[in-house]
């Protein structure tokens, strides 16, 4: 449309005017995770960030490990991580890297800072730089060895290198200014020694460049023009425009920063997550009351329905909260018209029809989604003996409860109306069994009464019907206590899951892993990837049908 609004968010402006001044031609961006936990939720927004942009500005991009932090990175991570971003659909080519790759280029990209006088290597303890360093109110002092010479730089930096000193014993620091009002930029540690075998170059090196140093140079190589980062970075731009600037890279890459996407009393933090993996309180990383990517697939959640949320949430330069009930908006709004809707009982008690023939079984026409006709039809098995809901009946109804009671009728769906005649109870006063009768004339599309009834209510055959387990599941944090204490615990909700033996219809019974369903009045639900099995099948509940959310306008 000729005349229709085009909204830019504030990287995109950016974007267009770097490209109308020409300081850059096309554009790159990259996602940079550290392999060190599971992606989350709020990686997804940063990925469909950074590959949105690429694909709006036919540029490039590149999935990058920032693996220069060997302690805690595993190849475990790396393969999960390639997973989720493949999943979210952000396609990288063949522009694979790792940071790894570029030590030996860090390496000589410091040797070209203390050439220029621009580091040299220091001697103070870890302490000793601290305190050295000043606070925001007071400059930071000089170190004694801030003017070495630079040859003696280079064979410092070089034995560095060569393992002739230990952890910590000696460490390169850029050389720019340590009365700088920017803590950042008061001569901050660039390279230091650590003895650590790493995933990729084992023990190739003992020395490790220092994030704040690495990244930018990581950006610089691959010809990234956009290096886009969260608000914390803000205060590292110097250092990073600095680098930049000092290692004379012709296109020097931009950093901007955007807000984090948190959500409202859920645990984004790899962090925490990993906390919470760690002590067994969920089971695994991708344990479906989490929000990592892992989890998020496996409950349910699709790609489209997380783009959705990404989009909807935006970006922004200011850190808020979303709500989760925004997430779940917007995998109903997936699933409805995409996905079949089934009946599964999930509390189930029995229902005897007592007019109804003994030992038949006739099959029922039933839409799979009556908002969407190419999902077609299925034949669903109807009998004299049912499962129903244990709350579609009460004994003493209270007003308004228009399901089943003694003497009232209600449709069951796609089938017949039937009538409460009777009930059974057990020792303890449970109901047990609920008997009726059905009208035949009032079978779904043949015959038609001129009668009406207030209640529809879904159900499955008891012969027929297969046993299948459900996991019902809830916030995982106390949302009346917040996400933490104050000792940095997390406040764990004990009923966050809920296991139930429910009654599915046979249609259901060999449904594969990832298939999801809505099930009619409970919600929409997910074969589970790790624990169902062809004839004893688990679905999780990605989420229920009703919620009082609202789009924000
Ligand atoms: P966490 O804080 O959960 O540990 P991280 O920032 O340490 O995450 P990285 O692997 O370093 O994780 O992040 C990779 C990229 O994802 C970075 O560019 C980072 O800014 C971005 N990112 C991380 N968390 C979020 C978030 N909540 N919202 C948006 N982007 C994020
Ligand atoms: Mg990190």
């Known amino acids: 449309m000729e005349n229709e609004v085009v909204s830019r968010n504030f990287i995109e402006q950016i974007i267009d005017q770097d490209l109308a001044e020409g300081a850059c031609e096309t554009v790159c961006t990259r996602f940079p995770p550290e392999p060190n936990g599971y992606l989350h939720i709020g990686h997804a927004k940063s990925i469909l960030l950074n590959y949105g942009l690429a694909q709006k500005y036919h540029g490039r991009f590149n999935m990058r490990f920032d693996d ?50 621009k580091a040299y290597v220091c001697d103070l303890s870890a302490e000793e ?11 930071g002092k000089d170190s004694p060895y801030r003017n070495r010479g630079v040859e003696e730089n280079l064979r410092f930096f070089e034995e560095m290198r060569e393992g002739k000193y230990a952890d910590g014993e000696k460490v390169l620091r850029a050389r720019i ?20 075998s790493h995933h990729r170059t084992g023990d190739t090196w003992c020395i490790y460049p220092m994030y704040d140093f690495a990244h930018p140079i990581e950006d610089a190589i691959e010809g990234v023009t956009h290096s886009i980062c969260t608000l914390e970075f803000e205060d590292h731009r110097p250092l990073y425009d600095w680098v930049v600037r000092e290692l004379e890279y012709p296109h020097p890459p931009k950093q901007i920063e955007f807000a984090k996407l948190y959500l409202t009393n859920v645990v984004t933090g790899k962090r925490y997550i990993k906390k919470l993996v760690e002590e067994g309180i969920v089971d695994g990383w991708d344990d479906p009351r989490l929000v990592s990517i892992a989890a998020l697939r496996r409950r349910g959640f699709t790609p489209e329905s997380i783009r959705m949320f990404v989009d909807l949430c935006g970006v922004a330069k200011a850190n808020s909260s979303v709500d989760y009930a925004m997430l779940e908006y917007c995998i109903r709004e997936d699933l409805k018209l995409k996905r079949p809707r089934m009946m599964a009982v999930l509390d189930p008690i029995r229902l005897v029809i007592d007019n109804y023939p003994e030992g038949q079984t006739e099959y029922l026409e039933a839409d799979n989604n009556l908002e969407n006709e190419t999902l077609g039809k299925r034949q669903v098995p109807f009998g004299r003996e049912l499962y129903i809901e244990r709350e579609d009946f009460m004994e003493i109804p209270p007003k308004k409860y228009k399901r089943l009671y003694p003497g009232n009728e209600v449709r069951l769906m796609n089938a017949y109306f039937v009538r409460c005649v009777d009930f059974e109870k057990d020792a303890d006063g449970n109901v047990t069994v609920v008997h009726c009768t059905y009208d035949p004339e009032t079978k779904c599309g043949t015959g038609f009464t001129g009668r009406k009834v207030k209640g529809t209510i879904h159900w499955v055959s008891a012969d027929e019907s297969v046993e299948a387990e459900v996991r019902l599941y809830e916030n995982l944090i106390n ?27 046979p249609a259901l019974a060999d449904a594969e892993a990832y298939e999801s369903f809505q099930f009619v009045r409970n919600g929409y639900f997910c074969v589970d990837c790790k624990d169902s099995r062809p004839g004893a099948p688990v679905f999780n509940r990605i989420v229920s049908l009703k919620s009082s959310f609202k789009l924000p306008k």
Do not use: C
């Not at 200014?177 to 650590?196: E, F, G, K, L, T």
């Not at 933490?484 to 004990?494: A, F, L, T």
């Open 68 to 117: 220069t932090n060997p302690t805690k990175e595993k190849d475990e991570f790396v393969e999960s991580i390639k997973a989720d971003v493949s999943w979210l659909g952000a396609d990288w080519e063949d522009r694979l890297y790792f940071a790894s790759d570029y030590f030996h280029q860090m390496y000589e990209a410091a040797v070209k800072l203390i050439q220029k006088g």
């Open 129 to 139: 730089i601290r305190a050295y360093r000043g606070t925001l109110t007071e400059p």
């Open 177 to 196: 200014d340590m009365a700088s009002p920017n803590i950042n930029m008061r001569d901050p540690v660039i390279y230091r020694v650590a003895r650590m």
């Open 479 to 505: 949302e009346e206590k917040g996400v933490y204490n104050e000792d940095g615990s997390i406040n764990i909700n004990p009923d966050s899951l809920r296991v139930q033996k429910a009654r599915i219809e």
